[in-house]
C-alpha cells in the first residue's frame, strides 16, 4: 500500500539522522522509501533542509509519482501558511477558502503540529507491513502519523484548487484597496484645487476692492 509519511522529530539531528539511514537502506524486507522530504519551519515559513528520492518509479506515477512535493508546495504555499497562523492579519480574510480543506487531514495535522523550530519528514512509501518502519523510527522522539497516498492526492487537488481562489481573492482585494486609495489620493486633490481655487479667488475680490 502506498502511504504518506509524516514524521515530525523533537530533536532537529535526529530528523537529519533518520533520512540519511533510511537514504543508505530505502528498502527493507516489506517498505520502499521511494521519496523523502525534510523540513523544518523557520519563522512561520516552510524550509526544505535535505531530500531523497529512490529512482524508483511507482505503478501510478502520474497520480502519486511527485506527491511529496505537491504536499510540500501545499504545506509551504497559502494554504499551509494560513493554518500555520503565519499569515497574520491577512488570515481574516481568507479564513473561509482555509476552511473550505474540510477533511484534508494531512495538510492540516502538519501544519498544526509542525510548530516554529520543528523538523518533520515527509515520506511516500510502499508498505505491507507499517510496524518495519516504525521500528526504524523507533529510536528517535519522533510522532509518526500515515495517511492513505491516494487519498492524499485528492486532497492536494482539492487544496490547489482552494488555493487558486484564495490567491485569486487576495489580488482582488488588493485591487480593490489600491482603487480605494487612488479613490481617496482624488477626492483629496480635488478638496485641495477647491480650496485653492476659494483662495485665489478671496484673493482676487480683494485687489478689486
Known amino acids: 500500500m502506498y502511504n ?17 539511514t533510511l537514504a543508505k537502506t530505502p528498502i527493507l524486507n516489506d517498505t520502499t522509501v521511494l521519496q523523502m522530504a525534510l523540513v523544518k519551519r523557520d519563522n512561520g515559513y516552510l524550509k526544505i533542509c535535505d531530500s531523497f528520492d529512490s529512482g524508483v518509479h511507482t505503478t501510478n506515477d502520474t497520480l502519486i509519482g511527485g506527491l511529496v512535493g ?11 501558511m494560513l493554518l500555520m497562523g503565519s499569515y497574520g492579519a491577512l488570515a481574516g480574510s481568507m479564513v473561509d477558502a482555509g476552511d473550505s480543506l474540510g477533511s484534508a487531514s494531512l495538510i492540516e495535522k502538519v501544519a ?27 529510536g528517535y522522539k519522533v510522532t509518526v502519523a500515515r495517511f492513505d497516498a491516494v487519498v492524499i492526492a485528492d486532497e492536494v487537488e482539492e487544496a490547489q484548487k482552494i488555493q487558486k481562489e484564495m490567491t485569486r481573492q487576495t489580488r482582488k482585494q488588493l485591487r480593490d484597496a489600491k482603487k480605494q486609495e487612488r479613490k481617496e489620493k ?24
Open 70 to 80: 505537491s504536499v510540500l508546495g501545499m504545506l509551504g504555499g497559502p494554504i499551509g
Open 4 to 20: 504518506i509519511v509524516a514524521a515530525i522529530f523533537e530533536v532537529e539531528s535526529e530528523g537529519y539522522q533518520a533520512l540519511t
Open 112 to 138: 498544526e503540529k509542525l510548530q516554529d523550530g520543528d523538523m518533520a519528514m515527509i515520506a511516500l512509501v510502499d508498505e505491507t507491513n507499517e510496524a518495519e518502519l516504525d521500528n526504524a523510527l523507533a
Open 186 to 209: 482624488r477626492e483629496a486633490r480635488r478638496e485641495k484645487i477647491k480650496s485653492d481655487f476659494a483662495a485665489f479667488k478671496a484673493k482676487l475680490k480683494k485687489n478689486k476692492e
